[in-house]
T-cell receptor, first 113, second 111 residues
Framework: AQSVSQHNHHVILSEAASLELGCNYSYGGTVNLFWYVQYPGQHLQLLLKYFSGDPLVKGIKGFEAEFIKSKFSFNLRKPSVQWSDTAEYFCAVSWTNAGKSTFGDGTTLTVKP | DAEITQSPRHKITETGRQVTLACHQTWNHNNMFWYRQDLGHGLRLIHYSYGVQDTNKGEVSDGYSVSRSNTEDLPLTLESAASSQTSVYFC??????????FGPGTRLLVL
């Protein structure tokens, strides 16, 4: 069955620390990869996406993610986090071009000022 | 601007009642989805639709139904509400390449 795993359920960092959130999916083939963010009390919004091409993709607010096909991974990174990055982060994978995505369980990031 | 709206935003109901949550999108997307979000479970897919008159079950569809009579709307019905259905419900839509746009969510409490 298709599945998406996020390794960290809760991450706590101080401001200016570097961030890496892991995401792995169950098997290969053609995939579309996404990271969504949910700020407290808000709905999910797209942070960044990968469809094809350069495996290093840049998103909003200084986030980036790297697709490593051989490892079935799509890890999210940010060199220096801010208090405003406190949110829940979801990795999602779609194995079809216009269909449903499978979401990971989410990682709650708390950034201490 | 295109958007996706959900109503009501908050709902309290009693066990056994039928409840319908509305979802309306102006993106003109063919694909629409309903998820529930629970602590420790992330987002779980309830039902989805790839177009008018098309509906499909997701991983947690028991006790829920949807119908798609037009492109803009995908209402979610809880046939007989149960306490286990207390959750936050998100509707989403997508066009090409599966990027999903989410609504603001409906917080449902079943007493």
């Amino acid at each position: 069955a298709q599945s998406v795993s996020q390794h960290n359920h809760h991450v706590i960092l101080s401001e200016a620390a570097s961030l890496e959130l892991g995401c792995n999916y169950s098997y290969g083939g053609t995939v579309n990869l996404f990271w969504y963010v949910q700020y407290p009390g808000q709905h999910l919004q797209l942070l960044l996406k990968y469809f094809s091409g350069d495996p290093l993709v840049k998103g909003i607010k200084g986030f980036e993610a790297e697709f490593i096909k051989s490892k079935f991974s799509f890890n999210l990174r940010k060199p220096s986090v801010q208090w405003s990055d406190t949110a829940e982060y979801f990795c999602a994978v779609s194995w079809t071009n216009a269909g449903k995505s499978t979401f990971g369980d989410g990682t709650t990031l708390t950034v201490k000022p | 601007d295109a958007e996706i709206t959900q109503s009501p935003r908050h709902k309290i109901t009693e066990t056994g009642r039928q409840v319908t949550l509305a979802c309306h999108q102006t993106w003109n997307h063919n694909n629409m989805f309903w998820y529930r979000q629970d602590l420790g479970h992330g987002l779980r897919l309830i039902h989805y639709s790839y177009g008018v008159q098309d509906t499909n079950k997701g991983e947690v569809s028991d006790g829920y139904s949807v119908s798609r009579s037009n492109t803009e709307d995908l209402p979610l019905t809880l046939e007989s509400a149960a306490s286990s259905q207390t959750s936050v419900y998100f509707c989403a839509s997508s066009g090409d390449r599966s990027t999903q746009y989410f609504g603001p969510g409906t917080r449902l409490l079943v007493l």
